[in-house]
């Protein structure tokens, strides 16, 4: 995944207004952000795989 540049404050690189690199859809989903909207976090394996490779990329931090 790609996650350079992730930070407490600010999104990955790759995410943009079009679509945020974890939730691979339209809207924010970084961890001390928002996170994942309910619908996505009872359905979507990958995106809630993304999720925590992201709070784990960001406690190494």
């Known amino acids: 995944m790609k996650l350079d540049g992730i ?3 600010m999104c990955p690189n790759e ?3 079009e679509g945020c690199v974890i939730s ?3 809207y ?5 952000k928002g996170g994942l909207h309910h619908q996505q976090l009872q359905s979507d394996h990958a ?3 993304r ?3 992201a709070r ?3 406690s190494r931090a």
Not at 28 to 32: E, F, V
């Open 47 to 49: 995106a809630l795989s």
């Open 28 to 32: 924010c989903a970084h961890p001390r």
């Open 51 to 53: 999720l925590q490779e």
């Open 56 to 58: 784990e990329t960001l």
């Open 24 to 26: 691979g859809k339209p």
């Open 7 to 9: 930070t407490d404050a």
């Open 15 to 17: 995410c943009s207004a």
